[in-house]
């Protein structure tokens, strides 16, 4: 029961054993292929940090729960990553090295978030629960644990944790301590919990699959549910600017079951929460690939590599870029190096400028980032300004200047 878009797949408990190695720099392993000085600034690094290789599997007996959601999540420089066979590991930013295991049964996801000391997982004792899982971020051990959906995701929001009750009634929203701070009734109907600028929401379709009709948005409160406005049919959320939720408006909703196809979006759709008011703006040519809202800025980017940046206010397109590089991830901003980093499956990074969309630089594949490359998707994200990324059954770290790092 997934509604508009999935927020993601269930996790489960698991043992954890993770290698970790420091890869040292040697020559001819990136390259750069657009002007890039040596940076004036001095790179805020984690402490120690060097350029590191680890790897996310651990052999388990049984079939693992494999989700194929690896990845890593940071909070405060604190970095958590699932993988294949374990639940999550805490592993130190600036070495590679595993400070933490925690888990009881074999998967592959990413943790859903961390803050405030917390890391959250889920736990699938068998295939009729889910359990939102609390572990404490110094030490792994476990702090609290709630029954939630089976099949929609917990969210994390700005005061708390976001999910559906097991059996659909009503959202509940958390806090830190595990205590209930709020419920809302959720209407008997497909219903997903979202947050949008940091603002709880639900998502709802009256349609007996996701995508199958339109979508209202709406606004969760303390014992209340508002709908605010309806949205067309596969109409995605990208997120909020200026407090407002961003949507895209599909070119054409029809169902299309052939591999590689890309729906077109030919508008941007900005909602204001207290009026229910949605402001179309046109996007001239209609725009395909996997789009990603990060600071005002929606970027598509394409199975085969091209990357289009498009203005969230105007709709404008700012730069596009074909970089000849496939399956690349969601991009990360870097607001020091003004650059958006991606990775791809065979562990590739790529930094482009973000003002103009050229390259600046480029790595190689790692030599054998595991056999997850081909199913799992990339994920790259920032702990201060050292690059963390996933490919595969492997995470790894380097820096954002222009320096040769072997990956192998």
């Not at 979202?194 to 998502?203: I, N, R």
């Amino acid at each position: 029961r997934l509604l508009l878009a999935a927020l993601g797949t269930a996790l489960a408990l698991a043992l954890l054993g993770v290698g970790a190695g420091v890869f040292l720099a040697g020559p001819d392993t990136a390259t750069a292929t657009a002007s890039d000085p040596p940076a004036a600034r001095t790179a805020a690094l984690p402490e120690g940090w060097r350029p590191w290789r680890t790897a996310l599997r651990r052999d388990t007996d049984g079939i693992p729960l494999d989700y194929r959601r690896l990845g890593c999540v940071t909070d405060a420089g604190a970095l958590f990553c699932g993988g294949t066979g374990f639940t999550v590991a805490r592993i130190d930013a600036a070495s590679g090295r595993t400070l933490w295991r925690a888990g009881t049964r074999p998967q592959g996801a990413r943790p859903v978030g961390a803050r405030d000391g917390l890391v959250y997982v889920y736990e699938d004792p068998d295939d009729t629960v889910r359990r939102l899982v609390a572990l404490d971020a110094g030490t792994g051990r476990r702090r609290w644990q709630r029954d939630i959906s089976k099949s929609e995701d917990a969210v994390l929001y700005d005061k708390g944790l976001l999910t559906l009750s097991p059996d659909h009634s009503s959202f509940v929203a958390y806090g830190r301590s595990g205590e209930a701070l709020w419920r809302a009734p959720a209407p008997d109907r497909y219903c997903t919990p979202s947050v949008l600028g940091g603002a709880p929401y639900a998502l709802c379709s009256a349609g007996t699959e996701p995508g199958s009709a339109p979508v209202d948005l709406m606004r969760l409160a303390p014992g209340a549910l508002t709908e605010v406005a309806a949205l067309p049919r596969k109409a995605l959320a990208l997120g909020a600017v200026g407090g407002q939720p961003l949507f895209l408006a599909p070119k054409t909703a029809k169902d299309v079951y052939e591999a590689g196809y890309e729906r077109p979006y030919d508008a941007l759709l900005r909602v204001d929460p207290a009026t229910g008011k949605t402001v179309r703006t046109p996007l001239d040519p209609a725009l395909t690939g996997a789009a990603t809202l990060v600071d005002g800025v929606v970027h598509f980017v394409r199975a085969d590599g091209s990357v289009t940046a498009v203005s969230a206010a105007s709709g404008k397109r700012l730069w596009r870029r074909a970089t000849d590089m496939e399956s690349l991830s969601e991009p990360v901003v870097s607001a020091t190096y003004r650059r958006v980093y991606f990775a791809n499956r065979f562990g590739r990074l790529l930094a482009l400028d973000a003002r103009t969309g050229a390259e600046v630089w480029r790595t190689p594949a790692l030599d054998d980032p595991g056999d997850k490359a081909l199913d799992a998707a990339p994920r790259v994200l920032l702990v201060k300004d050292a690059i963390v990324a996933t490919a595969g059954d492997t995470a790894f770290s380097r820096g954002p200047d222009r320096v040769t790092a072997r990956t192998g």
